[in-house]
């Protein structure tokens, strides 16, 4: 995921240098971005899952 177009969400890519920092995918969602933080989580989830296919 690179990025998104959803301006409600915009938030939710806080989520992704914790993702990178942590190299873990069991990081806690970013505050009124829950949503958003979930869904960036689980794209990366499935691109790496597709990665390794």
């Given at each position: 995921?690179i ?8 938030e939710?890519e806080k989520?992704?240098?914790?993702i990178l ?11 009124g971005?829950t ?6 989580i689980?794209s990366?989830e499935?691109s790496?899952e597709e990665?390794?296919e």
């Amino acid at each position: 995921l690179i990025e998104h177009f959803n301006g409600l969400g915009k938030e939710g890519e806080k989520v992704i240098p914790i993702i990178l920092e942590e190299q873990s995918l069991k990081v806690d969602v970013i505050s009124g971005a829950t949503t958003s933080s979930m869904a960036i989580i689980k794209s990366v989830e499935t691109s790496l899952e597709e990665r390794n296919e």
